[in-house]
């Protein structure tokens, strides 16, 4: 059985556009299905738009979904009341993109590790404080900071003290949503090295949301295109990389910068009337599905 599998989940927005003029909606997750197995880390990619974090924020209910099924080790999570879902929050946690504004800066960086841990009203001061400093060491920082504020620490250390955050409450499932994209590219490689440890170590599984396909080729097993709100390519990460069959994913795959500045590499125009977004996916190779 999958940690995770997503079924038909759809997402819509309503978009009022003033008071004469009749709502539209915006198709922002449109029927996506995949499954992640237990310690895997699967990308899921695509442009800013395609739906890709809206589809991570319906998993965790953050945002509530239109329809579908989102099944984690056998249950629908999208049908558990709130105390069950309070629960079910404790094996399933969320890093976001944005290092300056996911933490209070009211709050000291240690009540910020901790609040997971007095929210679910889980051991004495004592014994939470004592896995909080376990916590700073566990993500590279030191103890000796707890009474420091948010603004007090760089970018980099402050996605680490979400990251600390995300872990309070030894998930099995992390979410990380854009979570190096905000970094500088060198911090960025030091806050991947330190996910790919802490999965290692604490038998993680990831739901790794990025735009960067350099980094997502790097470190995913297998991996998910998403085109506005669909998915249209679906598989093993070599195998996508190797032989992209979406024209979407590769156009994407087109425009990674290389190297080699003599190299020669053709750029590919994305042209929409080529392809329908209806087309459900099929298998095109081994385990690899494209919509074509």
Partial sequence: MPLLEVRHLVKHFTRRQGLFRPSSVVKAVDDVSFTIEEGEMFGLVGESGSGKSTTGRCILRLIEPTRGEVLFRGENVLEFPSERLRLARRDMQIVFQDPYS???????VGDIVEEPLVIHKLGSRDERRARVAEL???VGLD?????RYPHE????????????RALALNPALIIADEAVSALDVSIQAQVVA????????????YLFIAHDLRLV???????????LGKIVELGDTRAIFASPTHPYTQALLSAIPVLDPDARRARIELDPSGFDRATPLKEVGVRHWAAV
Avoid at 102 to 108: A, E, G, K, V, Y
Avoid at 155 to 164: H, S
Avoid at 194 to 205: E, F, G, S, V
């Fill in 136 to 138: 700073f060491e566990l």
């Fill in 102 to 108: 996911s933490l209070n800066p009211r709050m000291r």
């Fill in 194 to 205: 330190l996910l790919m440890d802490l999965k290692a170590r604490l038998k993680l599984t």
């Fill in 217 to 227: 080729e790097h470190i995913c097993n297998r991996v998910a295109v998403m085109y």
């Fill in 153 to 164: 620490f760089s970018g980099g250390q402050r996605q680490r003290i979400g990251i600390a």
């Fill in 143 to 147: 103890h000796d900071q707890l009474q």
